[in-house]
């Protein structure tokens, strides 16, 4: 008979020849509860301890993979504790459990540049991946693609080439890297470069992906962050159509994971609200799709799932967003809770600065928006190019035109101070105060600008000068100074001859040439283009087919003429007038009286018949409020005499024995 002890260990072994299998086929649970039996027989087991931990990681079970950790007191678990912290979302604790154990490996170092990176420490990141890269020699393709994330993150896009050089790189190697390059083509300005590459992004994730045997349905899901990016490049190059109906697809088949979803949503919103008329009802609606990526435990916070995965930019962005159409959704309190909680969390950011002023302006506290204003400390020129154009708008609103005359004045960029949507701001303002010339001299000012601009391409260059041009005529006419007009006009013609505002601009030139030299309005008035609406239409057919009108009916009786006759066309037979039939013996220079033209009708519906009236209950009838009409008196019961009189006894026949049926009544 073998003894206990190597029986134990007999079915130890054969639990370990039965674990084996499960591993292999992910079968977790499975696997979970045969180690669960090894340890209940040797609970001091270190290799199905290991297993155990390393199981509980693979089924990402996370939280029991910490809990059980705990209970092992084994402080060489260091590293899956961090692990599983940082798939927990608990990326601090995780950093400090790294920074507090000092064996320095290859794993640490890839799981501690991860853990910076999504903390947004992307200079920290991008120094440990070096050190990865240099010291422990590892330069794999995942740890190259992490490694352009980091830069592109960190705006450092402009260096991404160069590094993807130094590590031997380059975007056909795998889609990640081809995406994370066109990011940074993204960040840089290189929108066609970027559309190209997310291009090749999506056909080598397909061939990666077909070759997994993945089914369609996955392989769309894993490549939705392309394809969402794709979308978002292709709005940037003013394809707003393309990029709303691939957004559109991507929401309806809802395959994408719930962070990638969210981007799609924010974006998608961002596109619709440039072309919505009623903006709070827009607001509204967009709140509602907003709901369902936010915490529902948690006001004012992001899923958790949402919050795990995008970087901080991103969900900055989406929370900026949030709090943006709470204002414009007229949900001013709860605004105004999202920004004290954004500002607790982004302390430096002058996005919420311009939102807070936004959410001042809107409630009609200036004094309180110009506080905000003044004490916005922005590095950034557009975030003060912002500031800036939020002072004027607060100016106007106040009915300061001079002052914000002035702020627009004091915008130190060149560039866009002579930007048109800048100067018709300007020219608006001076117009209302009658400032004419200094419109003009503006006007002036901003074509000499334009003309000796070396950054604006050309495009740019020849639409604000035509843009000046048609001001700077219509300010003229507007003065009385034809001929300068004119002067002006014959520019804005040898600019641009063929638009339709050319020739707006002839025809109110014509006008006003009209008053003072006919002459020269007639000269003007021919060099106006022809009208291509009006080819082949003959305006004498068109008058005769005017109902009405004198030319219609005298066409209509127009007879043919001979030589019409003689080539064929036929006279229409005069009609004749039938003489109306009278009755006999009908004077009609005595007609007598007209006929009744009701006298079809019957007599009760003739405007004429009076309905009779029942007089007898005329005279019955109460008139007055209730209880006014004359009451009998026999009916009131405080009137003597009026007692009620008892009804005489009457003999009652013999009872119906029981049983006993009535007699029937026969024929008679």
Same mark, same amino acid.
């Given at each position: 008979?073998?003894?206990?002890?190597?029986?134990k260990?007999?079915?130890?072994q054969?639990?370990?020849?039965?674990?084996?299998?499960l591993?292999?086929?992910?079968?977790?649970?499975?696997?979970?509860?045969t180690?669960?039996?090894?340890?209940?027989?040797?609970?001091?087991?270190?290799?199905?301890?290991?297993?155990?931990?390393?199981?509980?990681?693979?089924?990402?079970l996370f939280?029991?993979?910490?809990?059980?950790?705990?209970?092992?007191?084994?402080?060489?678990?260091?590293?899956?504790?961090?692990?599983a912290?940082?798939?927990?979302?608990?990326l601090?604790?995780a950093?400090?459990?790294?920074?507090?154990?000092?064996?320095?490996?290859?794993?640490k170092?890839?799981?501690?540049?991860?853990?910076?990176?999504?903390?947004?420490?992307?200079?920290?990141?991008?120094?440990?991946y070096?050190?990865?890269?240099q010291?422990h020699k590892v330069?794999?393709?995942?740890?190259?693609?992490?490694?352009v994330?980091?830069?592109?993150?960190?705006?450092?896009?402009?260096?991404?080439?160069?590094?993807?050089?130094a590590?031997?790189?380059?975007?056909s190697?795998?889609f990640?890297i081809?995406?994370?390059?066109?990011c940074?083509?993204?960040?840089?300005?290189?929108?066609?470069?970027?559309?190209?590459?997310?291009?090749?992004?999506?056909?080598?994730?397909r061939?990666?992906?077909y070759?997994?045997?993945?089914p369609?349905?996955?392989?769309?899901?894993e490549?939705?962050?392309?394809?969402?990016?794709?979308?978002?490049?292709?709005?940037?190059?003013?394809?707003?159509?393309?990029?709303?109906?691939?957004?559109?697809d991507?929401?309806t088949?809802?395959?994408?994971e719930?962070?990638?979803?969210?981007?799609?949503?924010?974006?998608?919103?961002?596109?619709?609200?440039g072309?919505?008329s $009623?903006?709070k009802?827009f607001a /509204?609606?967009? &709140?509602?799709?907003? =709901?369902?990526f936010m +915490?529902?435990?948690? @006001?004012? !916070?992001?899923s958790?799932?949402?919050e795990?995965?995008?970087?901080?930019?991103?969900?900055?962005?989406?929370?900026?967003?949030?709090?943006?159409?709470?204002l414009?959704?007229?949900?001013?309190?709860?605004?105004?809770?999202k920004?004290t909680?954004?500002?607790?969390?982004?302390?430096?950011?002058?996005?919420?600065?311009l939102?807070?002023?936004?959410?001042h302006?809107?409630?009609?506290d200036?004094?309180?928006?110009?506080?905000?204003?003044?004490?916005?400390?922005?590095?950034?020129?557009?975030?003060?190019?912002?500031?800036?154009?939020?002072?004027?708008?607060?100016?106007?609103?106040s009915?300061?035109?001079?002052?914000?005359i002035?702020?627009?004045?004091?915008?130190?960029?060149?560039?866009?101070r $002579?930007?048109?949507?800048?100067? /018709?701001?300007? &020219?608006?303002?001076? =117009?209302?105060q009658? +400032?004419?010339?200094? @419109?003009? !001299?503006?006007?002036?000012?901003?074509?000499?600008?334009?003309q000796?601009s070396?950054?604006?391409h050309?495009?740019?260059?020849?639409?604000?000068?035509?843009?000046?041009l048609?001001?700077?005529?219509q300010?003229?006419?507007?003065t009385?100074?034809?001929?300068?007009?004119?002067?002006?006009?014959?520019k804005?013609?040898?600019?641009?001859?063929?638009?339709?505002?050319?020739?707006k601009?002839?025809?109110q030139?014509a006008r006003a040439?009209?008053?003072?030299?006919?002459q020269q309005?007639?000269?003007?008035?021919?060099s106006?283009?022809?009208?291509p609406?009006?080819a082949?239409?003959?305006?004498?057919?068109?008058?005769?087919?005017?109902a009405g009108?004198?030319?219609?009916k005298g066409?209509a009786r127009?007879?043919?003429?001979?030589?019409?006759?003689?080539?064929g066309?036929?006279?229409e037979?005069?009609?004749r007038?039938?003489?109306?039939?009278?009755?006999?013996?009908?004077?009609p220079?005595n007609?007598?009286?007209?006929?009744?033209?009701?006298?079809?009708?019957?007599?009760?519906?003739?405007?004429?018949?009076?309905?009779?009236r029942?007089?007898r209950?005329?005279?019955?009838?109460v008139k007055?409020?209730?209880?006014?009409?004359?009451?009998d008196?026999?009916?009131?019961?405080?009137?003597?005499?009026?007692?009620?009189v008892?009804?005489p006894?009457?003999?009652?026949?013999p009872?119906?024995?029981a049983?006993?049926?009535?007699?029937?009544?026969?024929?008679r």
């Amino acid at each position: 008979m073998a003894s206990p002890k190597a029986s134990k260990e007999d079915q130890v072994q054969t639990l370990f020849t039965k674990l084996a299998p499960l591993i292999k086929g992910q079968q977790h649970k499975k696997a979970i509860k045969t180690l669960d039996s090894i340890l209940k027989l040797q609970p001091a087991d270190e290799d199905a301890i290991k297993c155990k931990v390393a199981v509980l990681l693979e089924g990402s079970l996370f939280q029991e993979a910490l809990d059980y950790i705990s209970s092992t007191k084994n402080n060489s678990f260091w590293f899956e504790q961090a692990y599983a912290m940082y798939r927990l979302n608990k990326l601090q604790d995780a950093l400090d459990i790294l920074a507090g154990n000092l064996p320095d490996t290859p794993g640490k170092a890839l799981l501690e540049a991860q853990l910076h990176h999504r903390l947004g420490n992307y200079a920290a990141a991008i120094a440990t991946y070096n050190k990865l890269v240099q010291q422990h020699k590892v330069k794999t393709t995942e740890v190259g693609t992490n490694i352009v994330a980091a830069y592109v993150s960190g705006g450092r896009a402009h260096e991404v080439l160069p590094v993807m050089d130094a590590l031997a790189l380059s975007a056909s190697d795998g889609f990640e890297i081809a995406f994370n390059q066109a990011c940074a083509d993204v960040a840089i300005g290189k929108l066609e470069a970027a559309e190209q590459q997310l291009l090749l992004a999506q056909r080598l994730g397909r061939e990666t992906l077909y070759e997994d045997d993945l089914p369609e349905e996955e392989v769309e899901a894993e490549l939705a962050p392309v394809t969402s990016q794709l979308a978002h490049v292709v709005s940037m190059l003013s394809r707003s159509d393309e990029a709303t109906a691939t957004y559109q697809d991507l929401l309806t088949k809802h395959q994408a994971e719930e962070n990638v979803l969210a981007v799609v949503q924010n974006n998608l919103l961002a596109i619709q609200s440039g072309t919505q008329s $009623h903006q709070k009802r827009f607001a /509204a609606e967009a &709140l509602k799709k907003f =709901e369902s990526f936010m +915490d529902h435990e948690a @006001a004012g !916070q992001l899923s958790p799932n949402v919050e795990s995965r995008l970087s901080s930019q991103q969900k900055q962005a989406l929370h900026l967003n949030h709090a943006l159409l709470l204002l414009l959704s007229g949900k001013a309190e709860a605004c105004q809770e999202k920004l004290t909680q954004l500002k607790h969390r982004y302390p430096n950011s002058a996005d919420i600065a311009l939102l807070e002023a936004s959410l001042h302006i809107k409630g009609g506290d200036l004094a309180a928006a110009e506080g905000v204003l003044g004490g916005l400390q922005a590095d950034n020129p557009l975030t003060t190019l912002r500031a800036v154009l939020m002072r004027a708008q607060m100016a106007v609103t106040s009915g300061k035109h001079q002052q914000a005359i002035s702020i627009l004045d004091g915008i130190n960029d060149e560039e866009v101070r $002579h930007k048109p949507a800048v100067l /018709a701001t300007l &020219l608006a303002l001076q =117009e209302q105060q009658q +400032d004419l010339a200094g @419109a003009i !001299q503006r006007v002036q000012e901003g074509l000499q600008w334009w003309q000796g601009s070396m950054t604006a391409h050309k495009g740019q260059k020849a639409a604000a000068q035509t843009w000046l041009l048609q001001q700077l005529v219509q300010l003229q006419l507007k003065t009385g100074d034809r001929a300068k007009a004119g002067e002006a006009f014959q520019k804005l013609q040898a600019l641009d001859n063929s638009s339709s505002a050319s020739a707006k601009m002839l025809g109110q030139l014509a006008r006003a040439s009209a008053q003072g030299n006919p002459q020269q309005a007639l000269a003007l008035s021919c060099s106006l283009p022809p009208l291509p609406k009006l080819a082949g239409i003959s305006l004498d057919d068109l008058e005769a087919k005017v109902a009405g009108s004198r030319a219609g009916k005298g066409a209509a009786r127009k007879r043919p003429s001979e030589a019409d006759l003689a080539n064929g066309a036929v006279r229409e037979k005069k009609k004749r007038k039938q003489k109306p039939r009278l009755p006999k013996n009908f004077d009609p220079e005595n007609p007598g009286p007209k006929p009744d033209p009701e006298r079809w009708l019957p007599k009760w519906q003739r405007s004429d018949f009076k309905k009779k009236r029942n007089r007898r209950r005329e005279k019955e009838a109460v008139k007055g409020s209730q209880g006014a009409g004359r009451v009998d008196d026999a009916l009131d019961s405080t009137i003597e005499g009026n007692e009620p009189v008892a009804e005489p006894n009457r003999p009652k026949g013999p009872a119906r024995p029981a049983g006993a049926k009535g007699k029937k009544k026969g024929r008679r």
